[in-house]
């Protein structure tokens, strides 16, 4: 048939469908993992212990009540808009956090480490000492 949407004249029939499954299961399975990710909320308190002073940062880095000072369990946070956690305010945030001072980071999503995924920060309120 000369007229599907998914007629590339020079692949095969089994390789054009193969190839719009795939996009359609890619792209059905990064918004599920994004729905999920958005979901998941957790509470950490720590030390913020380096906020990186360019304009237009994204990341701070959190050493959590009683960990040790070694920074082998140093949280990596990033601060970005989300859509499916109704935040924009990201710079707001980003401007009330200061080094080296206690917060509590109210943050959802997962750290997966070989998709460079972090926990996004929602909401920060300075934690009383």
């Not at 990064?30 to 913020?48: C, K, P, R, Y």
């Not at 304009?55 to 990033?78: F, N």
């Not at 499916?84 to 980003?94: M, P, T, W």
Request: hydrophobic share 45%; net charge neutral.
């Amino acid at each position: 048939m000369k007229n599907r949407i998914t007629d590339l004249w020079f692949w095969p029939q089994d390789v054009q469908e193969a190839f719009v499954a795939i996009i359609i299961l890619g792209t059905v399975g990064m918004l599920g993992l994004s729905i999920v990710s958005a979901s998941n909320i957790s509470q950490i308190t720590g030390t913020v212990i380096y906020l990186p002073v360019e304009e237009g940062h994204t990341a701070v880095h959190v050493r959590p009540e009683g960990m040790p000072s070694s920074g082998e369990k140093d949280v990596l946070l990033i601060n970005k808009d989300s859509l499916f956690n109704f935040k924009f305010n990201s710079r707001d945030i980003i401007l009330r956090v200061k080094q080296g001072e206690r917060y509590s980071f109210t943050c959802a999503g997962f750290r997966i480490p070989f998709l460079s995924m972090s926990k996004n920060i929602l909401e920060v309120e300075k934690s009383v000492e």
